[in-house]
């Protein structure tokens, strides 16, 4: 999924599901992302035997800003991560992002741990 100034690519890897997000995610923006975390955290895990199948991880790393509008949809997707039995985490956010991040509150709860 991609607009002008943002773009979620998800990509299965051993780790989880990986959804890598770039550009800006904002008030324009954000509802793509809610639209593609619902589709990936309703369907059914991709067989129990493997690791971190019920993981999903939002790589933050090319996300060059975030507003109010996207900490809606983080918190919308980890509860709804939560109602499925799923995780949801990010990773390797830039500095305004991880300091929203943390300000807000969420850090510690969506933080992967390395």
Do not use: Y
């Not at 949809?73 to 949801?88: E, N, P, S």
């Amino acid at each position: 999924m991609a607009s002008e100034q943002f773009s979620a690519q998800r990509t299965p890897e051993a780790r989880g599901v990986v959804v890598r997000l770039s550009g800006e995610l904002d008030l324009g923006s954000a509802s793509e992302l809610e639209r593609l975390l619902s589709e990936i955290l309703a369907e059914p895990e991709a067989g129990h035997s493997e690791q971190h199948n019920d993981r999903v991880l939002l790589d933050l790393s090319g996300l060059d800003f975030m507003d109010s509008t996207g900490i809606k949809v983080l918190v919308a997707a980890k509860q709804l991560a939560d109602a499925h039995g799923r995780q949801l985490a990010v990773c390797d956010p830039k500095p305004q992002v991880h300091r929203l991040l943390e300000v807000v509150g969420l850090l510690d709860r969506l933080m992967l741990d390395q």
